[in-house]
Every structure is written in C-alpha cells, then in structure tokens.
C-alpha cells in the first residue's frame, strides 16, 4: 500500500502526510488502489488542496480489526484548499472511486465540505474470485 500511496503523490512534496501500516494487497485490489490514488492525486493538482500553496492532502489507511473477513480503512482527506464542491454529473472518475475495490459494509464515502474533500472506503482484503 505504502508503495501504491507514494507513486501517486510524490510530486506533492512536503504538503502530503502520510500514514498507515504494512499491508500487502493482492492483485485486483493493488490495480484498484493505483486507479483510485491517480484519480485523488489528479484531481487535487486539478481541482483540490494542491492548487493552493497552503493545500495538503492527508493520506491514512489501517486495518479494519472488526470486521469478520479481511479488510482496510482509507481515507483521502484534502485541506487548505479551495471549498469542495458535489460534481454536477457522476463522471467516469466517481464511477471509478465508487467500484474500484471490492468494499465491505458501505459504499466509499464522499465529502465535499467547505474545508475540502474527503474520501473514505472499506476495502475488502479478500481474494476475489477471477471472472
């Protein structure tokens, strides 16, 4: 995860904190996390915390100790940038954050608040079955 993280934000500098643990995903949800960090990264260089130069992004993910089957906690959490606001379409870039990773429990959750954006999901860990 902490490789997945650091390839899409290091451009960012010093505006960009990180932390999680060690954790090793297997294929299909490391493909689903790159998609999901590029989309992040892009859209805060584009739109979010990182068009400002008081911008930082909040990177933080752990593992979820309750639930029965394997699973993360990631949030993306943007701050010091322009106030975030709803898309007024769902476009291919939410579709892709809403169905990159397989989740448990909820849907990924989107926050567009004045102080800025903020994405979180429940990623299951799990294998998932080839089609």
Known sequence: MKD????AIE???????V???EVFLNPNTAQGFALIMHELATNAAKH??????SGTVSVRWSLDAISSDPAILFQ???RGGPPATPPSRKGF???LLAR?????GEPPHFDYSQEGFTYEVRASLAQQPQS
């Open 4 to 7: 997945i993280v650091g390839a």
């Open 11 to 17: 451009s960012f500098g010093t505006r960009v904190f």
């Open 19 to 21: 932390d999680g643990p």
């Open 48 to 53: 979010g915390a990182m068009t400002t130069d």
């Open 76 to 78: 993306w959490k943007e």
């Open 93 to 95: 870039g939410t579709v």
């Open 100 to 104: 990159a990773v397989a989740t448990i």
